[in-house]
Nanobody, 124 residues
Framework: VQLVESGGGLVHAGGSLRLSCAAS????????TGWFRQAPGKEREGVSC????????YYADSVKGRFTISSDNAKNTVYLQINSLKPEDTAVYYC??????????????????WGQGTQVTVSS
C-alpha cells in the first residue's frame, strides 16, 4: 500500500492550492481517505475525509467553507482544494486511508496507511 501526496508549496495568504493523494496497492472503493495536518509544535489534526464508496464527506469546523475534498476513483486519487489560505494553515499535510470507512473520520488512530506528507506554507 502506498499513498503519495503532492501539490504543497509556498503561497501568499488568500491564495489557493490543490493537494493530491495518489493511492496504490489496495481496493480504492473499499476505503475512506482522510487529510490531516500538523503545524509546528502542534498535534496532528484531521481536516477532511471522503468515503470512496459513497462519496460522503467530512470537514473539521476549522476548514468548512474553504476546503473541498474530492476523488477521482478511476485514477485512485483524492484531492484537497484549499482556498483563501491563511498563515495558520501552514502545516505538513498528510493523507491516510482506512477500511471500512469510520464513523469518526477525524480520529487519526483509526487510519491504517499514511503518506509521507507535503508541506504547505502560507505567508502573510
Amino acid at each position: 500500500v502506498q499513498l503519495v501526496e503532492s501539490g504543497g508549496g509556498l503561497v501568499h495568504a488568500g491564495g489557493s492550492l490543490r493537494l493530491s493523494c495518489a493511492a496504490s496497492g489496495f481496493t480504492f472503493d473499499d476505503y475512506a481517505t482522510g487529510w490531516f495536518r500538523q503545524a509546528p509544535g502542534k498535534e496532528r489534526e484531521g481536516v477532511s475525509c471522503i468515503n470512496l464508496s459513497d462519496g460522503s464527506t467530512y470537514y473539521a469546523d476549522s476548514v468548512k467553507g474553504r476546503f473541498t475534498i474530492s476523488s477521482d476513483n478511476a485514477k485512485n486519487t483524492v484531492y484537497l482544494q484549499i482556498n483563501s489560505l491563511k498563515p495558520e494553515d501552514t502545516a505538513v499535510y498528510y493523507c491516510a486511508a482506512v477500511s471500512p470507512p469510520p464513523h469518526n473520520p477525524g480520529l487519526e488512530y483509526l487510519y491504517d496507511y499514511w503518506g509521507q506528507g507535503t508541506q504547505v506554507t502560507v505567508s502573510s
